[in-house]
């Protein structure tokens, strides 16, 4: 029913920033929220950052201060960003977007982001 898909990972040196994307399509009117999560090797899946249909973020204390999360709608398509600054070796990970919806939750494929030291 919610299709989502990310894009804007990479291999980034650390202290730099990097802007990810996530694109949800179907029924995103039925969308309640959007969030981020993220998977390192070896680590169970952490979330990172929500934000509401009414545009309401909140964010983990591991990357608060340093990630801004936005979203929007175009006629057909729903948005989401999320701006990650001042990247460290630790934030490397699958990053992936996920949307709870009234049938439900849906999760994309994820983007990988490494950091390098």
């Known amino acids: 029913q919610v299709q989502l898909v990310e894009s804007g990972g990479g291999l980034v040196q650390a202290g730099t920033s990097l802007r990810l994307s996530c694109v949800a399509s179907g029924r995103i009117f039925t969308i309640k929220s959007t969030a981020w999560y993220r998977q390192a090797p070896g680590k169970q899946r952490e979330w990172v950052a929500t934000?509401?249909?009414?545009?309401?973020?909140?964010?983990a204390d591991s990357v608060k201060g340093r990630v801004t999360i936005s979203r929007g709608n175009d006629q057909n398509t729903a948005y989401m960003h999320m701006t990650m600054n001042s990247l460290k070796p630790e934030d490397t990970a699958v990053y992936y977007c996920?949307?709870?919806?009234?049938?439900?939750?849906?999760w994309g494929q994820g983007t990988q982001v490494t950091v390098s030291s």
């Open positions: 934000i509401t249909s009414g545009g309401i973020p909140d964010y």
């Open positions: 996920n949307a709870d919806h009234l049938f439900g939750t849906s």
